[in-house]
């Protein structure tokens, strides 16, 4: 069963029927409110539009091997989603290899130029780009991938990338000065590119806070009204799920099936998670869930 987006589901540690009960209490019962309509959505980049999950815990096995090191899921959950200086730190704090970041992003660097030009899209998503573009759904993408890398990943990728006609937020963008799970990605995603004017942000720090209701203008020049709950993101980590969340924005979930076995192992020792809906893969995405032209 595809779960609905109302109300949100607490996604815990225990095991992977509670959640997916959740959603079918959701669905069956008719006295629910339809969602606010969705007018925009941000999409995450890495294991949700792109198959490269996959392709990070290679290369950060190869390094790891000379220090008899591996990348387990525990470590890697905690790196998905998060700026590549930040990841490195949390790397080598939990692994204890005797690098430095800088040298880390190097040896990443080095060995990701040749595998990054061949990652491929994951099932589901150029079908659901390309839908959402025909439908002039704005959409936009908040990443944390450096620029650098969002180019060798993309470049490739015309028939994925193109309908997002540059409405990039990466992880190295010069007005972004936290990563997930805050929510600053999102929120510099929406008012740059999708036209939510953001009411808060603290001038000492530079951090963004999300409004309490928002009105602006689109890139276009055409008057916005545009709230944070009226803006769908799609995320595969924990801290991309944090960040939207934070931003008041609504959450599709997308896990790597190992990363739902890696919260039911951990038996509530995760902090809760509150996703609006829970998919398998992005091939399950039903719009009429949100009010949006179905495929």
Request: hydrophobic share 40%; proline share 8%; with cysteine.
């Amino acid at each position: 069963l595809i779960p609905t987006p109302c109300p949100p589901i607490w996604i815990q540690a225990t095991t992977r029927s509670n959640y997916y009960l959740t959603s079918q209490m959701a669905a069956t019962d008719s006295s629910m409110d339809l969602p606010t309509p969705i007018k925009a959505v941000i999409f995450d980049m890495d294991g949700l539009l792109l198959d490269s999950e996959r392709l990070y815990t290679q290369v950060t096995n190869e390094i790891l091997a000379p220090y008899n090191k591996q990348l387990t899921w525990e470590i890697k959950a905690m790196l998905m989603g998060r700026p590549s200086e930040e990841s490195a730190k949390i790397l080598i704090e939990r692994t204890g290899i005797p690098l430095s970041p800088n040298e880390l992003l190097s040896m990443f660097a080095t060995r990701q130029r040749t595998l990054f030009a061949t990652v491929q899209p994951m099932p589901g998503a150029v079908k659901l780009i390309q839908h959402l573009h025909k439908c002039k759904i704005p959409m936009a993408i908040a990443t944390g991938s450096n620029s650098t890398n969002y180019k060798l990943k993309s470049e490739n990728l015309s028939e994925l990338f193109s309908a997002f006609e540059g409405k990039v937020v990466c992880g190295d963008d010069e007005e972004l000065k936290r990563g997930k799970p805050h929510p600053d990605p999102f929120l510099l995603a929406a008012s740059r590119h999708l036209g939510m004017k953001l009411e808060k942000c603290d001038p000492a720090t530079g951090f963004l806070e999300p409004p309490s209701s928002s009105t602006g203008q689109t890139e276009e020049g055409l008057e916005s009204t545009l709230r944070a709950d009226q803006i769908l993101v799609f995320e595969d980590g924990l801290a991309g799920v944090q960040a939207a969340k934070a931003a008041g924005m609504k959450v599709v979930w997308v896990p790597d099936p190992e990363l739902k076995n890696l919260l039911n192992r951990q038996n509530n020792q995760q902090s809760d998670i509150v996703a609006d809906q829970v998919l398998e893969s992005l091939l399950q995405w039903n719009g009429a869930d949100w009010n949006l032209p179905p495929f």
